[in-house]
């Protein structure tokens, strides 16, 4: 048995983490790092690491909890409460860079810049371009004094459902990319699934309050074990039986787990397993997987295209969405702005495509090229917008209410570890007192 893989996780954790504090002081997402540290180490540059069955295998837990920590993170009653605003915004700001990004994909294919692509990988194209990451456009809105406005809350909630439409039509897509047959029959595999989830979603809520009724305080335990087997099952369950992606079931077993009571409980115990292991071995996989072609002019333009593309959906689309909405001119254009960013999910659905067969190798960079340039370029888009506009009116909202919480909750948690610290030494010379005396 040869231990060389203890070796290559070292080396990933290592070098994603130092990147990504790197990429942190530029305003960049961490993830950014992680896919530097796997394009750099892998094949494509020092050819340190490669792809092995057992990165693949843990990239796709990775890929699995990074899902089910979405879905936990996604309440419905927010959802419910996120009004028409953030529901027209996400919606059209799917709807219209799905559809811009397929129609670019079929005039690059018609142009020679993808030879032998099909519709489907176009589809798949503009599946990529429906996610959104606002990581870096809320901490942008918070140093603009502009996160508690109206357009501040507005993305937020856009954003929620955002990533909900747009694992929804992943689902469809690769439903249809595999071997799904007939549209009908793929919309009635879905169906079903979504039916077995609300069964599984009944059944696991009962089994979690008779655990807690049972268990009096102790053996908490127990909670993120059983979330976790209701994660991985509903996971085989999506692909093996309905055809549906298996990070689909990853996302609505967060969402169930969601609405149990130690929903807070089990998240925070399943952040370090996330961030310790299996994101930067999931993000660096995809770096490592990538084939740095010639950088000849034709694959510049076209990842110059595809970022414009990007950008321009996203502006458009949830523009129009806020103008439906009642925004005026200057404020569509802020809203499109902070909903412009790509991340996690994109290259989660690109990979998606990849392992499938869907889309093609060659691919991966210029949509690795998009993600980078949508988080140097939305901060600078949104001061743009911003820029001139005079103070907007405090919007009350339960959304940014959440962002502050987790913010305070982290400050809390580091306040009371280095108040341990500090106490720690005190309580030993007292228990050596105690003992002399």
């Known amino acids: 048995m040869s231990y060389h893989y203890l070796l290559d996780l070292a080396l990933i954790l290592l070098s994603t983490k130092f990147l990504g504090i790197i990429t942190g002081k530029f305003q960049m997402p961490r993830v950014v790092g992680s896919l530097l540290a796997g394009l750099v180490l892998g094949p494509a540059v020092l050819n340190v690491l490669s792809e092995t069955a057992f990165l693949s295998q843990l990239s796709e837990m990775g890929v699995i909890v990074i899902l089910f920590t979405a879905g936990m993170g996604t309440d419905l009653r927010e959802l419910r409460s996120a009004g028409k605003p953030g529901f027209f915004v996400a919606l059209c700001g799917v709807l219209v860079p799905m559809a811009m990004g397929t129609g670019f994909g079929f005039l690059a294919g018609r142009c020679g810049w993808l030879p032998g692509n099909t519709m489907l990988e176009n589809v798949f194209l503009g599946t990529v371009l429906t996610a959104t990451s606002v990581s870096i456009t809320v901490e942008t809105l918070r140093e603009l004094g502009r996160l508690d406005t109206k357009v501040g809350s507005t993305i937020l909630a856009a954003a929620l459902i955002d990533d909900v439409l747009g694992l929804i039509a992943l689902t469809v897509v690769a439903s249809l990319a595999g071997e799904g047959g007939s549209l009908t029959l793929v919309l009635v595999k879905i169906v079903l699934f979504f039916v077995f989830a609300i069964v599984v979603s009944f059944l696991a809520i009962r089994a979690f309050r008779w655990m807690i ?24 369950c999506a692909e093996e039986f309905f055809g549906v992606a298996d990070i689909i079931g990853a996302f609505v077993a967060g969402i169930i787990v969601a609405s149990t009571p130690k929903a807070k409980y089990i998240q925070s115990k399943f952040e370090p397993l996330s961030y310790l292991l299996l994101t930067p071995v999931f993000f660096a996989g995809i770096g490592i ?40 001119g200057m404020e569509c254009a802020q809203v499109g702005a902070g909903m412009a960013c790509r991340g996690e999910v994109a290259l989660i659905v690109a990979n998606r495509g990849l392992s499938m067969g869907v889309m093609s190798q060659a691919m991966m960079t210029p949509i690795i090229i998009t993600v980078v340039g949508c988080a140097v370029l939305t901060p600078i888009l949104l001061k743009l917008v911003f820029r001139g506009q005079p103070e907007s009116v405090p919007h009350e909202s339960s959304l940014t209410d959440n962002y ?34």
């Open 213 to 236: 009724s049972h268990a009096r305080g102790k053996n908490l335990r127990r909670y993120p074990v059983f979330a976790f087997v209701i994660c991985l099952l509903l996971a085989y």
């Open 289 to 328: 997987k990538v084939e740095l072609p010639s950088l000849d002019g034709q694959l510049i333009l076209f990842s110059v295209l595809l970022l414009a593309t990007a950008i321009l959906s996203k502006v458009i689309g949830c523009g129009l969405g806020a103008r439906l909405c009642g925004f005026r």
């Open 404 to 437: 502050r919480a987790i913010e305070q909750l982290d400050l809390v948690s580091a306040q009371l570890l280095n108040r341990e610290k500090v106490r720690r030494p005190d309580g030993e010379k007292r228990s050596a007192t105690q003992k002399g005396d």
